[in-house]
């Protein structure tokens, strides 16, 4: 597009143009000042007029050696002042500001002027230091490179990882931080990177190494950031060295490894106790009541008992077996399902009727949720809990039984408070323990798995089981599922 002057004249532009623009002659005699160079150096303009451009730019000339300034007037270039040649200018009130400068020659009707453009660049200063402080203050290594790959910042904790001193890596490609093996892709990953700039994770599902000033290599995760400065296009990188994480992950693999060993030798072990154990137990038995059936008049009355004992040991035997196999299983399978507890324990009530009515129990049912759980599961140690609390009763008292839920942080507390003989403090724990009981069968009859099922259960939930008791007036056993 074409403007004719006549259209619009050149000091209209000038007057407009939102950068301080002064008109200097080859002595370096201000000739014209725009208003936004008035308004910046709080002169008038007819008080610039003839006056040397030293007054707002006092230390131009110091930039360069005079032979510059002298062959400058004669063969005139264009040439920038930036940030770092640390020039101020100064305003009529005497206030200095850091100054960016370019002088571009302006050849008109056989005369030389050169307009100046002055920009005050302390924002940009502040900005810029603002940003060195952040990237010091960092926890991460953080490194800033220019276009070409050059390490252009680092702060103390790069210096700290690789063990350089910041003025040995400033100007260095960041290839001196790249293994040799991985060196020769990196200018090209680089490359990539500027071509389509956007703040991601470097590598995404690569291992990457980084090496040391002394040559070991570390595993590390790199964050990359397009940052633009001074007009071009830099790149953070904000690098974490996870030598510890590694290190956790390969021990809780080598953990889960040696786990699932022992869960294959457990269940080994168990199939083994259910066949194996099983067979002569299974003879025992039978034989035990072939002689009950063929053999029990020939006996006398102490050899009645012994065979009565023999057979009721081993239908106990088996029992535990039994027992033990299920606790050993449960898990394998379960099935996660949102599922309402009221109905839930209403069935195990249910199928406790009897046992209620026998003992004349009263069942306090407070609302409880429904929530995720493994139903099956969460059933057998509602029906654990439920028919300890009517089995470990005083004979003489009815049980009154209170079972509640309350939302807890993270999850649900569920309780189960009876009125029964209660439990010693010294076995709070241990009857948590498999075949741990208190009383001898001829009292209450039992094997000894079912807390032991109940903690199994709600560990599987992730949660856990406890008892609080008084002993003589009664127990109230909690669990607690987190939300799942
Ligand atoms: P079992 O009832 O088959 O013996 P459990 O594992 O269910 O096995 O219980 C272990 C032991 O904990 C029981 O033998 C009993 O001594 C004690 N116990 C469990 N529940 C109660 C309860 N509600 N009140 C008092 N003691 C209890």
Known sequence: ?????????????????????????????????????????????????????????????????????Q???????TFRVGPDDDVTALTKTGRGFPAEV???????????YFLVAITDISERIRANEQFKLLVESALNAMILTDPSGNIAMVNKQTEVLFGYDRKELIGQKIEILVPSRMKQHHPEHRRNFHAHPKARPMGAGRDLFAVKKDGT???????????????????????????GRKKTEEAIKRYTHEIEEKNKELEEFTNVASHDLREPLNSIISLAELLIISKKDQLDEDGKKMLDYISKSSARMSEMITGLLE??????????????????????????????????????????????????EIRLLFQNLISNALKYRFQEVSPEIFITARQVKKGWEFS????????????????????????????????GIGLAQCRKIAELHNGRIWVESTLGEGSTFFFFIPEL
């Open 1 to 69: 597009m074409e403007i004719k002057q006549k259209d619009i004249n050149l000091q209209i532009i000038l007057e407009a143009s939102p950068i301080a623009l002064v008109l200097i002659n080859e002595r370096e005699n201000i000739v014209y000042v725009n208003n936004f160079a008035e308004n910046l150096f709080s002169y008038k303009k007819a008080e610039l007029k003839g006056q040397a451009l030293d007054i707002l730019l006092p230390d131009i000339h110091r930039i360069k050696p005079p032979e510059f300034w």
């Open 71 to 77: 062959n400058y007037f004669i063969n005139p270039t």
């Open 416 to 447: 189960i408070k009876d009125n029964g003989i209660g439990i010693p403090d010294p076995q709070k724990e241990k009857i948590f323990n498999l075949f741990h009981r208190l009383h001898g069968r001829n009292k209450y009859d039992g094997t």
């Open 102 to 112: 370019r002088i571009n020659p302006i050849g008109a009707e056989g005369q030389i």
């Open 217 to 243: 290599e570390i595993p590390v995760e790199i964050g990359l950031n397009p940052i633009h400065k001074d007009g071009e296009q830099y790149v953070l990188a904000s690098v974490i060295d996870i030598t």
């Open 327 to 376: 606790y050993a299983r449960m898990g394998k399978s379960m099935n996660l399902e949102s599922t309402n507890l009221n109905e839930l324990v209403n069935t195990v009530l249910l199928d406790l009727d009897s046992s209620i009515i026998g003992c004349n129990a009263k069942i306090n049912v407070a609302p409880l949720p429904t929530i995720n759980v493994y139903p099956i």
